[in-house]
T-cell receptor, first 114, second 119 residues
Framework: GNSVTQMEGPVTLSEEAFLTINCTYTATGYPSLFWYVQYPGEGLQLLLK?????DKGSNKGFEATYRKETTSFHLEKGSVQVSDSAVYFC?????????????FGQGTILTVHP | EAGVVQSPRYKIIEKKQPVAFWCNPISGHNTLYWYLQNLGQGPELLIRYENEEAVDDSQLPKDRFSAERLKGVDSTLKIQPAELGDSAVYLCASSLSPGQGAPGTGELFFGEGSRLTVL
């Protein structure tokens, strides 16, 4: 079956540090890949996505590249801010009859200190 | 434009009591989802609706859980009777369906969730 594995958290960084959150997946076919973010007290929001191999998704300074050869979709940001403190979820959608059925990783808690 | 609205935000009940959660999706979104999020885990799909039809309910524990979307707009998820293990956050999401020219497979819009505590 489909699965998503994220790096263990929590992750604690100082402001302006470089961020990487690893994500690898197992899926048949060619899934779409997503990063969702959950800020304190808010619902899940789509951060970025990539729908085919070698695509790079980007938003708010975050980037992730769909690497089919390594089945990875690592999230990166060059300089984090305190406002980036949140829980980050990697997810995939296998498409086809599974349209809309997202398979999520367990989430990574990020805390950024001033 | 209003987002996905869920209520209540928080609910505390004793075990064996019934509970219901309500969701109003983004206007015009034909597809509605209920996801379950246990503490420290990612959400898991319970049920997916296309308009008023449940097209994927394979993960819904049908002995105690039920859901409906009678007019193809808002939806209700019910648990009866609740058990201690049902304590979790119940998330509702909506999206355009493929037939609506969805911009990207799997882009869902989530509500803030309903946090259930069963004592």
């Amino acid at each position: 079956g489909n699965s998503v594995t994220q790096m263990e958290g929590p992750v604690t960084l100082s402001e302006e540090a470089f961020l990487t959150i690893n994500c690898t997946y197992t899926a048949t076919g060619y899934p779409s890949l997503f990063w969702y973010v959950q800020y304190p007290g808010e619902g899940l929001q789509l951060l970025l996505k990539a729908t085919k191999a070698d695509d790079k998704g980007s938003n708010k300074g975050f980037e992730a590249t769909y690497r089919k050869e390594t089945t990875s979709f690592h999230l990166e940001k060059g300089s984090v801010q305190v406002s980036d403190s949140a829980v980050y979820f990697c997810a995939l959608n296998a498409g086809g009859t599974s349209y809309g059925k997202l398979t999520f990783g367990q989430g990574t808690i990020l805390t950024v200190h001033p | 434009e209003a987002g996905v609205v869920q209520s209540p935000r928080y609910k505390i009940i004793e075990k064996k009591q019934p509970v219901a959660f309500w969701c109003n999706p983004i206007s015009g979104h034909n597809t509605l989802y209920w996801y379950l999020q246990n503490l420290g885990q990612g959400p898991e799909l319970l049920i997916r609706y296309e308009n008023e039809e449940a097209v994927d309910d394979s993960q819904l524990p049908k002995d105690r859980f039920s859901a409906e979307r009678l007019k193809g707009v808002d939806s209700t998820l019910k648990i009866q009777p609740a058990e201690l293990g049902d304590s979790a956050v119940y998330l509702c999401a909506s999206s355009l369906s493929p037939g609506q020219g969805a911009p990207g497979t799997g882009e869902l819009f989530f509500g803030e969730g309903s946090r259930l505590t069963v004592l």
